[in-house]
């Protein structure tokens, strides 16, 4: 089962770090903190770079929920596997297929490309090709989009990579 847990924002590496040498690989199976890559102008040219998708959250994969419950409390700058007051909650299915899809084995959502024709956008290459209808914004100086996407039971805006080559 996948899980999600929330740790403050700027900590996520710091928090898996510790994760994966205190919990036994019995009760965890892997830590990772999904990302997502991005373009960033510096020294006057472009480089890819890479930002946490979600802020504030690392995800765990573990069959052994009660005892990864137990270990996760001895992380000190853990904050609490999300759950509500009958326990914690596994990310539902749909969540899943989500991280899977289009975060891949190494759970980085790729830099997607695409372009406007009039004012409606094409993707053409990336994890977000099929997915335009999703899109909120985009901010084609930042080379980025922000889609829609329903995480932790709600609707959530998460900001992408996406590059726009041409304007037709």
């Not at 089962?1 to 924002?9: I, L, P, S």
């Not at 539902?92 to 297929?97: N, R």
């Not at 090709?129 to 985009?138: Q, V």
Request: net charge neutral; glycine share 8%; aromatic share 10%.
């Amino acid at each position: 089962m996948w899980y999600a847990v929330q740790v403050r924002t700027g900590q996520e590496e710091k928090v898996k770090t510790l994760c994966n040498i205190m919990i036994p690989e019995e009760f965890l199976e892997e830590c990772f903190i999904p990302r997502y890559e991005k373009k960033v102008k510096y020294f006057g040219s472009w480089h890819i770079d890479t930002e946490v998708l979600f802020p504030g959250y690392i995800f765990m994969i573990s069959e052994q929920i009660d005892g990864l419950r137990v270990a996760v409390k001895k992380i000190p700058t853990l904050t609490k596997i999300l759950g509500d007051e009958d326990g914690v909650i596994a990310l539902y299915e749909k969540e899943v297929k989500f991280l899977k899809k289009f975060g891949k084995e190494d759970h980085l959502i790729k830099l997607s490309q695409g372009h406007m024709e009039n004012d409606w956008i094409v993707i053409t290459d990336g994890p977000m090709k099929d997915f335009e209808g999703t899109i909120k914004k985009i901010d084609r100086h930042k080379r980025s989009a922000v889609i829609e996407v329903e995480f932790f039971g709600r609707k959530m805006d998460v900001k992408v990579g996406l590059e726009i080559v041409k304007k037709i």
